[in-house]
């Protein structure tokens, strides 16, 4: 499995939302209070999501323009819930950022007289490896 | 000791390519009590069948076991060929080999030796084997039809036409159905009244066709052949035979406030009515929930002006008891409610309309006298959205999971009719997909989108809202040009699934009729017995089996006529004899197999036995009625005593194909 199929299993799991069951009626698109506001529709993360093209989610303000008001989760005919991919998209993008990376020649001028010692040792123990 | 001949039969390749078939013949030629054995490429071909009665007759065989296909597909076809050469057909027993071993396996050995295993619980079964004589029946040479739509109709007309007697129940006071409410029919768009009310004249002169209106089941006993149906005849207030439908106590009528349903709420009618001017019979009923006479005891006009003298305030419901062979379910549809799709603001604005409201508001006997107008203030649309699969093929539980089928022919319709009459009526039409397989159809959807100019855009509406200006918000998506588009529109018409009629569901458990989870009514065979439910004698037609339009539902009446006459043609019927019996010595009067029986073939009798000391007891004991028994053999299973046994498959038998396998 390549990274971008690791990356839609990873989408779907967290989501937890059955892509192939998207009938492609467009009626998530259609009940969207943000449509205007985003660059990729509610009905397009679905099928983005269906052929694996993940990425272009990730850079997208869509995840950001959501509202979480759930209207395409209800009004669905076919039970999709696209709200929960973008939510997936969104967590994906907060979980990449634990990939920034510590390096020792960084420290310095990281530390200031209020931080505790401790704190160093242990965001240099997560964030080195 | 039996003297069994055994046959195994090559199907061609089907069998024979999986399972060595003259391997099977000579391991199971050494079974006890078999006298022959051998195999055959066709055996249920002539020169295979042939095969069989010189075997019977040349070695005298008492009892055969045919290895081949299932036997829904040739246990008939062999049973006959036992009998032709004078052996008993109930001694004639098939091992599945094809079904259920050559066609699921792949490893030839393994296939072989399952072939011979399954010979073998034959050949024990048939050991056990007794002749058994088919009781006849005679036939009531009269139909029942359920529902007195266009499937009704026809299917009553068909069969009437063959010479048979056919009686229609119809639950509203007039017959019709929902065709009769509809404006055009597509796709040749002639009008629905002057093709169907010609159809229900017929009816109403037919001398074969009796009408029940304002009538319903209410019980139903017996079986194929003969039918014992109780019908309610609902009181209506009115004497049918004496009323001439002149319709003067439906003007003057002081309760003028009853929401009209054959408009479907959208005018009033008075207390007293007739549905509409065609309706069969022409006889008024009185509407006893808003009856001013029948409530208070106060007004009786109808009854001071009726020439006729037909009014009846003390009239009661009657019970009609007769006698059917067969039984045609057309128990028709309904359009679903929209309580579950709050987004359409169906509820809210009066000007969001479903497509059978649609179709009275572009009738010319509808309220509006066919003129296209808005229901909140009687003025012409200028912009009309047409929205479809409003609840169908929905799994979110909101709808229905199937397709109607109906609706993208019909707003196609809708569609070119208002852009033929109101040129000045821009058109949108939403869907998911348009479907329209069937004849002409597909060049009506594309006339309405070239000739017509009926703007079709694929994607849903989200949502519609009622604005201050009194147009509709429409909210939806365009998925091909990718956009969300706000439309103002002066009405929006749903295109709303469509559900069996809630009738339906209670009728098919008085006929123990199965149906599928959305109360359709189940074909016999979804190919070949489409018009048949699995229960003899009972006949579908029309959408109480699936959604379909009016000239399928006329072909499939006309098919269901078809069955029901070759039914009623026949003088007796040949009883399934593989049936249960109780054993009475046995019986000690539980009931549990009367309560577990479908049928209801099982009663209790009190009767004298005579016990060891010249004394004599009266026992309360079981007696299954072998005309109405089925033989599923719930009662064999139930019974705690092991008095009830099943004819052909009796406890034993079973028992012995079992050791045979697991020896």
Known sequence: MDNKEKQKERILRVSGVNVLKCMKCGKCSGTCPSYDEMDYHPHQFVYMVEKGEIEPLLKSKSIYKCLSCFACVERCPRGVEPAKIVEAIRLEVIRKQGENHLKPNQIPQLLDEDLPQQAIVSAFRKYSK | MQKIGVFVCWCGSNIAATVDVSAVSEALSHEPGVVYATNYQYMCSEAGQNTIKDAIKKYGLTGIVICSCSPRMHEATFRKTAAAAGLNPYMVEIANIREQCSWIHKDMATATEKAIILGKAAIAKVHLNAPLTASQSPVVKRALVIGGGIAGIQTALDIADAGFEVDIVEKSPTIGGKMSQLDKTFPTLDCAACILTPKMVDVAQHEKIKIYSYSEVEAVKGFVGNFEVTIRKKARYVNENVCTGCGLCTEKCPQKNVPNEFNLGMDKRRAIYIPFAQAVPKVATIDANYCMKLKTGKCGLCEK??????????????????????????????????????????????????????????????????????????????????????????????????????????????????????????????????????????????????????????????????????????????????????????????????????????????????????????????????????????????????????????????????KVIGLLAKDTLTANPCVAHSDEMMCNGCSSCEKVCPYGAITYVDKEFRMPDRTVAIRRVAVVNEAVCQGCGACTVACPSGAMDLKGFSNSQIMAEVDAICK
Do not use: W
């Open chain 2, 305 to 562: 002006i009726c020439t006729a003298g037909a009014i009846d305030y003390s009239q009661k419901d009657q019970l009609i008891e007769q006698k059917y062979g067969a039984i045609v379910v057309a128990t028709g549809f309904n359009p679903i409610k929209l309580d579950n799709f709050e987004e359409y603001s169906y509820s809210q604005s009066p000007d969001v309309v479903t497509s059978l409201e649609f179709e009275r508001i572009t009738n010319a006997a509808g309220p509006t006298s066919g003129q296209l107008l808005r229901p909140s203030d009687g003025k012409h649309p200028h912009t009309i959205v047409f929205v479809q699969c409003v609840g169908s093929r929905d799994t979110s539980g909101c709808g229905k999971p199937y397709c109607s089928k109906i609706c993208c022919m019909y707003t196609a319709k809708h569609a070119m009719l208002t852009r033929e009459k109101y040129p000045d009526t821009d058109v949108y039409v939403f869907y998911i997909d348009v479907r329209t397989p069937g004849k002409n159809f597909d060049e009506f959807y594309r006339r309405a989108a070239e000739e017509y100019g009926v703007h079709y855009i694929k994607g849903m509406v989200g949502k519609v809202a009622p604005k201050a200006d009194g147009k509709l918000m429409v909210q939806a998506s365009d998925l091909i040009s990718n956009e969300q588009l706000h439309i103002d529109a002066d009405m929006v018409v749903l295109a709303t699934a469509i559900e069996p009629d809630k009738s339906a569901r209670p009728l098919a458990t008085m006929l123990t009729a199965s149906m599928d989870t959305n109360d359709f009514f189940t074909e016999a065979h979804p190919k070949l017995r489409p018009v048949e439910s699995p229960t003899a004698g009972i006949f579908l037609s029309g959408t109480c089996q699936g959604p379909k339009d009016i000239p399928e539902t006329v072909s499939q009446a006309g098919a269901a006529a078809a």
